[in-house]
């Protein structure tokens, strides 16, 4: 018992390490005002075109661990969503975004079950007890509604099923499956956008934007998918 809780306390402060190098390493070769640049966007957009046309299963394999990490690292899912139709265009990019959040979120799930179990379920138990009898009744069902609704932070999605003790199965399908229709909106929404960089050398105004096809139609289908969350929502409480 001992030697299990030592070895936790080591893959803890090993897990906080990494994370703080990584932040360390990527804004210490970048500054927010680089990355913020259109000149730094332009760039890179020429970059990835260059890149895809003479590695891109190798770019495909980094950028699917790269996720990986990211989520480890208790990354978002939107900014890497856009990048991946930034990089891949609409049908890869939700293809190895969906498979890559969905094996990051898997492992995150499986770490906080070895380490944080106890602390989540002394925490929130109590507070999710009608969502827990949902779960027992159809886990697969719910927790493909639980994803698909969203609505909070990705990292905290991510781990809350602990108390529900889905099944590793059911886990990684139902985040697959239900992160699709936000996921495929957000990769439209960054394949739109890198059309519209690669048509420019000067930075499109906002309703140039906001009024091309390719931007204008996934906001649109976004916004379906919040009103349909929404109702979903109401019922799942109620």
Not at 102 to 122: C, E, P, R, W
Not at 151 to 156: L, N
Not at 159 to 185: A, C, D, E
């Amino acid at each position: 018992m001992e030697n299990s809780k030592k070895l936790k306390i080591y893959l803890g402060i090993s897990y906080i390490i990494l994370i703080s190098a990584f932040l360390y390493f990527f804004f210490s070769k970048f500054s927010l005002q680089e990355l913020t640049s259109y000149k730094f966007i332009k760039n890179n957009v020429d970059y990835f075109s260059d890149l895809k046309n003479k590695n891109y299963f190798i770019l495909l394999i980094s950028f699917f661990l790269f996720v990986v990490i990211w989520v480890l690292l208790l990354g978002f899912g939107s900014p890497v969503a856009l990048a991946s139709g930034f990089i891949f265009g609409k049908w890869v990019g939700t293809i190895v975004i969906a498979l890559s959040l969905s094996m990051g979120a898997l492992i995150l799930y499986l770490l906080t079950i070895f380490f944080f179990k106890d602390l989540v379920h002394q925490k929130l138990e109590n507070k999710m007890v009608f969502l827990k009898e949902l779960f027992k009744k159809n886990e697969f069902l719910y927790f493909l509604t639980y994803r698909f609704i969203g609505g909070i932070p990705f990292f905290i999605a991510n781990t809350l099923p602990v108390i529900f003790n889905v099944k590793i199965k059911n886990y990684f399908l139902g985040t697959l499956i239900g992160m699709i229709p936000q996921l495929f909106i957000m990769v439209s929404i960054g394949s739109g956008l890198e059309k519209i960089i690669d048509a420019n050398s000067t930075p499109p105004t906002f309703f140039e934007i906001i009024l091309s096809k390719d931007i204008y139609l996934p906001l649109v289908a976004f916004l379906l998918i919040v009103i349909i969350s929404f109702f979903l929502k109401k019922k799942l409480y109620k």
